[in-house]
């Protein structure tokens, strides 16, 4: 299985940290913040990952070449210095995940999810597996429902999407190019019972400003 790991935001949230250094590559811990995704995706057994990239996009290159180091093979999917949104930006790499199912992380989570767990979690009829967490404070209405493994539009009980998911490429072959969010081709696939989910009550954290990267460090450093 290969994996993509979504690196092309901006950051704005985080300036003026991200003014010189792409938000995946914020340390957190004894490292930035991607290697702790390109550890735990080479753990999982996976030997393959893309990585978009928009601002400062070369600056993660320089810094994770090949992957070589991780025990992972690296490639690249440049959106310029905009970025495509999430589903324009998968399914411009489309041609170099391949024809099997694989795996999205966002780049800007910090999570103790085992990857593994999602090698083998999606049916053979459905379109995507969601992974669904709490709702943490800054986001407390929550995205998706959860009814019987089924990730749905609306439910008594909602729940955040962490960023990490297993979709089938076809999912995005009706993605249009240029810059597409993803929330409303996961929605209408959910209208057609297409998306399973699964919760997940383990470590997970946006980094979306610099007081939750503070939080993330001080919660790695304190485990380590």
């Given amino acids: 299985m290969r994996a993509m790991i979504l690196a092309a935001g901006r950051g704005e949230r985080m300036r003026p940290l991200t003014d010189h250094l792409p938000k995946p590559l914020l340390p957190v811990g004894d490292r930035p913040l991607i290697e702790h995704h390109l550890l735990a995706l080479s753990h999982a057994g996976i030997q393959s990952v893309v990585i978009n990239h928009a601002w400062l996009g070369k600056k993660i290159e320089a810094r994770l070449g090949d992957g070589r180091q991780f025990g992972l093979d690296i490639v690249y999917s440049p959106e310029g210095e905009t ?9 411009l790499a489309l041609p170099l995940l391949g024809d099997a199912p694989f795996l999205v992380v966002n780049g800007d989570v910090l999570t103790d999810f085992p990857f593994s767990r999602l090698l083998h979690a999606l049916a053979p009829d459905k379109m995507a597996h969601l992974v669904l967490v709490p709702n943490p404070p800054q986001h407390p209405q929550g995205d998706f429902a959860l009814q019987q493994d089924y990730a749905c539009v609306d439910g008594p009980v909602k729940y955040t999407f962490s960023g990490i998911a297993l979709y089938r490429p076809e999912f995005f072959h009706d993605v249009p190019p240029g810059a597409q969010k993803l929330a409303p081709f996961l929605r209408a696939a959910m209208q057609r019972g297409e998306i399973t989910a699964e919760l997940y009550q383990g470590y997970w954290a946006d980094i979306g400003t610099p007081q939750r990267l503070a ?3 001080f919660h790695f450093r304190s485990r380590s």
Avoid: P, V
Wanted: glycine share 24%; no cysteine.
């Fill in 215 to 217: 939080e993330a460090d």
């Fill in 83 to 91: 970025g495509l949104e999430t589903a324009g930006g998968i399914r």
